[in-house]
């Protein structure tokens, strides 16, 4: 069964590097851009794993992400947020908003997996 | 092309988009706009900058929009205020941020000094409250900033040579809000068996008895033994690095010097040596039966599944097409080709409309009104296609803050630029070319024309000068002007220049409309010294030149003291020309539409013999030179009566009018421009071919050549441009494409 995976980011480089490594690994990918855009794409999407950004337009990703927490048909879906190393207290308040993990950028694809890896079945 | 090297394309396209966010935001602040929103989308901008750089490892790149992001980090957060200085500080700094953008694209270097200069006073800008926090975060050297893997601590390893078995003993006793977050034990307990063997007990004796079982709340725990060779306690510890704070966890080595007794009932032996983990997982998710969702959806889209995948996709993109402009990216190339096709199509269309016409059918019938349609069509399919090469002269124009900044800088001035219709489109080739001019012009705007403050205030003007660059469409052309409000034209010593270098006689009377446009004259320069600013060499007659290369006209009015405007009018393509297509001594020609005035038949009495093979014409009250075309390109010695042939009244682009005898018109088309260098070499006379509805090549009149009288037109040529010597129209193989 092919997973999807939800990824939402403003950068259409970032994007693209992230459909890039996962369809390759075997992902089906929808993409979203921006927090708002992103909640509106959750049932359509019906994904396995959220990836996103936090610093976006009209909705950031703390917004998001306490969006899908408060969506009772999605509220269960994991979400890792893409951080930078320097990030601490983004990463602290994305998982006070209800993020699952978080991805370090720049990442590699291994990384990228095992992170997916780490909150899905 | 290697699909990452596309994406970095696609990163250096964004890095444009971003950078000119970055400016317009910055500049918005300047102007005093205190919408958070401004300050977070600049933010963004370089924070999205710094992102990707990071993913095409471009370290000079991240080091800076490190500190740049840094800075803006703190104003966004209100500890520290963005002033008027602090502004500049950080334009400047977005200029040197583009320095960047584009070497890492271009693989060229930046202005080292500048950078670290820059990034100094911005981090010195972060850390101006004097807190602590930026100063760690961004350090003299900003050495703190680094990507560090997620992974295992090879420095670890290699200080252990042989692989030694170590043991760990997690206790982990999970908190509600860990699942709330999606995370899941059994996934935990996976990602520990990639450390090496476990074996796990688990404790159930915290579930309650049904009734009273919250399916939200947590009430399992595992004690996990795990034991692998050169198994650390940081990998173990970043295991659980995501639950952290969610969960009871303890971490402790055995074996080792065994520190006081981990648990009780140390039962791990008494599991028996094999785990199935999935059943573990099994039974953790049956146990928690509120956040499951991921199994159950994926049970049940598992029946039919491809055409209900298909139409999720297009649900959610149809979702994400809403929040972002529709756009696709296409190879220039297939639009130039697609472009080239229609074309032919056009020619081609018109071709068959002069064969039906041939054929003697009624107006009325049904193959000529099927033509009457397809001619329709093609136009529009040829409008349709140019307009994807169409685009808004902002790519163009969104150059030139900086570069006034700049030269403001250099020059002492104060100056402000005001831009409007940056959203007016054109051909993507005029936008190209109108770069190099237009940055000569606004150059000379702020190099010659506008005055020093002192010099401003002196005048009663403002000590702020403004230049303002417009963009316009007028009747199916582009205008851009390019004004300020200097000092305005010096005609006496534009004058006294031409005159110095022999451009024009010393007692010319000259209008002050002709005075104003010698400075377009070759070799015409009025800085006194040439300056780094607007030096270079080059001067308006350049400018000129490139403008008239893109079948474009340039103007310039002037008000002493109250400052200049300079007035480009460009085709909105290069691909087609409206034309009047003219047969001179049996060969046809097109001239360009624009620069024809009016038609007439000469009469005798009209017609003033100046000389041998020189004419004018009278024309109401004035008289202008009567060219023979035929005779200029070559095509024949002899003039004939300009009686029996028909006058073009043109007129050049300093404004200069001729009339150009022709034999007959053939009437007016549209055409397509067939580049005459690109297929053969250039001639003098002759901007470009065509070929018509009857298949035959036809030239196209470069207007001004022909204007201009050549001294040497009877075969004498200039000695050494022999070699040099462009063809002429005559020698021209016009049966190329019979």
């Not at chain 2, 016409?357 to 040829?382: P, W």
């Not at chain 2, 000695?719 to 049966?735: F, I, K, V």
Request: charged share 25%; hydrophobic share 45%.
């Amino acid at each position: 069964m092919t997973k999807t995976i939800l990824t939402v980011d403003d950068s259409r480089t970032m994007r693209d590097m992230l459909h890039l490594a996962l369809s390759e690994a075997g992902f089906r990918v929808v993409q979203a851009v921006d927090g708002l855009d992103g909640l509106d794409a959750l049932d359509a999407a019906q994904a396995d794993v959220i990836i996103t950004d936090i610093n976006m337009p009209r909705m950031d990703g703390f917004g998001f992400i306490e969006g899908v927490r408060a969506n009772e048909k999605h509220r269960g879906t994991p979400i890792l947020v893409l951080t930078t190393e320097s990030d601490v207290a983004k990463k602290q308040r994305a998982r006070e908003a209800g993020a699952t993990g978080w991805i370090v950028k720049p990442f590699n694809p291994e990384k990228l997996i095992d992170a997916i890896r780490r909150v899905a079945a | 092309m290697d699909p990452l090297a596309a994406i970095k394309v696609t990163f250096f396209q964004e890095c444009e988009e971003q950078l000119a966010e970055l400016e317009a935001g910055l500049l918005a602040m300047e102007e005093g706009d205190h919408d958070p929103e401004i300050v977070n989308a600049v933010f963004r901008a370089v924070h999205s900058i710094k992102g990707g750089a990071g993913a095409f490892s471009l370290e000079d790149l991240v080091r800076f929009s490190h500190v740049f992001e840094t800075a803006l980090d703190r104003i966004r957060s209100g500890a520290i205020e963005a002033d008027q200085e602090a502004i500049k500080l950080l334009l400047r700094s977005a200029d040197v941020l583009a320095d960047h953008v584009r070497a890492a694209r271009d693989g060229g270097t930046v202005d080292v000094g500048r950078s670290q200069a820059m990034a100094e006073a911005l981090a010195a800008l972060a850390e101006g409250d004097g807190s602590g926090e930026a100063e760690a975060d961004a350090g003299d050297d900003f050495g703190d900033f680094e990507f560090k893997p997620v992974a295992f601590d090879m420095g670890e390893i290699a200080a252990e040579p042989a692989p030694t078995s170590a043991t760990f003993n997690v206790r982990f006793y999970p908190q509600a809000a860990l699942y709330q977050k999606a995370n899941e034990s059994g996934l935990l307990l996976r990602e520990l068996t990639r450390l090496g063997d476990i074996e796990v007990e688990l404790d159930t004796s915290g579930l309650p008895m049904l009734a009273e079982l919250n399916p939200e709340d947590a009430y399992l725990g595992w004690t996990i033994a795990v034991t692998g060779e050169n198994l650390t306690e940081t990998a173990v510890r970043e295991v659980f690095e995501w639950v952290d704070g969610d969960c009871y966890l303890d971490i402790a080595q055995t074996g080792v010097a065994a520190p006081e007794a981990p648990f009780e009932g140390a039962s791990i032996d008494a599991m028996g040596g094999e785990v199935d983990v999935l059943a573990l997982i099994r039974a953790a998710q049956e146990a928690e039966i509120a956040p499951a969702p991921t199994a159950t959806a994926t049970a049940i889209t598992a029946g039919p599944a491809k055409q209900k995948e298909q139409a999720l996709d297009a649900k959610a993109q149809a979702t994400a097409r809403e929040a972002s402009p529709q756009t696709i990216r296409v190879d220039l190339e297939r639009v130039d080709r697609l472009i080239d096709l229609v074309g032919e199509l056009v020619i081609n269309q018109a071709m068959l409309a002069q064969r039906v016409a041939e054929c003697g059918l009624q107006r009325a019938s049904s193959v000529a009104v099927g033509l009457d349609d397809l001619e329709h069509l093609t136009r529009e399919i040829q409008d349709s296609v140019m307009a994807i090469r169409a685009q808004p002269v902002k790519s163009v124009f969104q150059r030139f803050p900086r570069l006034v900044r700049e030269i403001a800088a250099m020059t002492g001035k104060e100056v402000r630029l005001i831009m409007d219709g940056e959203n007016t489109e054109v051909d993507k080739t005029v936008i190209e070319r109108l770069s190099d001019p237009l940055t000569h012009m606004i150059r000379n705007a702020i190099d010659h024309g506008l005055e020093s403050p002192e010099d401003r205030v002196a005048a009663g003007k403002p000590r702020e000068g403004v230049v303002r660059l417009a963009a316009l469409h007028r009747s199916g052309r582009i205008v851009i002007e390019i004004s300020d409000d200097g000092r305005g034209i010096n005609r006496s010593r534009v004058k006294q220049i031409a005159v110095d270098k022999g451009l024009i006689a010393p007692d010319a009377n000259l209008s002050d409309e002709e005075i104003d446009n010698l400075i377009f004259m070759a070799g015409f320069s009025t800085a006194a010294t040439v300056s780094d600013i607007s030096g270079r060499g080059v001067g308006m007659d350049v400018v000129r030149r490139s403008i008239q290369s893109l079948g474009g006209r340039i103007n310039i009015s002037s008000r002493p003291g109250q400052g200049s405007t300079f007035t480009l009018s460009l085709p909105l393509t290069l691909a087609v020309l409206d034309g009047m297509v003219v047969t001179v001594a049996g060969q046809t020609l097109v001239a360009p539409l624009t620069a024809i005035i009016e038609s007439l038949q000469p009469k005798a009495a009209d017609v003033k013999s100046l000389g041998p093979n020189a004419h004018v014409i009278a024309i109401r009250d004035s008289h202008v030179p009567l060219i023979d075309i035929g005779r200029s390109l070559g095509y024949r010695t002899v003039t004939p009566p300009p009686t029996e042939g028909v006058a073009l009244l043109v007129e050049g682009e300093g404004g200069a009018r001729a009339a150009l005898m022709v034999d007959a018109i053939q009437g007016q088309r549209q055409v397509v421009i067939k580049s005459l260098e690109a297929n053969y070499r250039p001639v003098p006379g002759i901007a470009a071919a065509t070929i018509l509805g009857d298949g035959r090549v036809a030239l196209i009149l470069d207007i001004d050549a022909v204007m201009v009288p050549k001294p040497h037109a009877a075969g004498a040529t200039t000695s050494g441009a022999d070699a040099a010597r462009p063809a002429s129209a005559s020698e021209l193989p016009l049966a190329m494409a019979g």
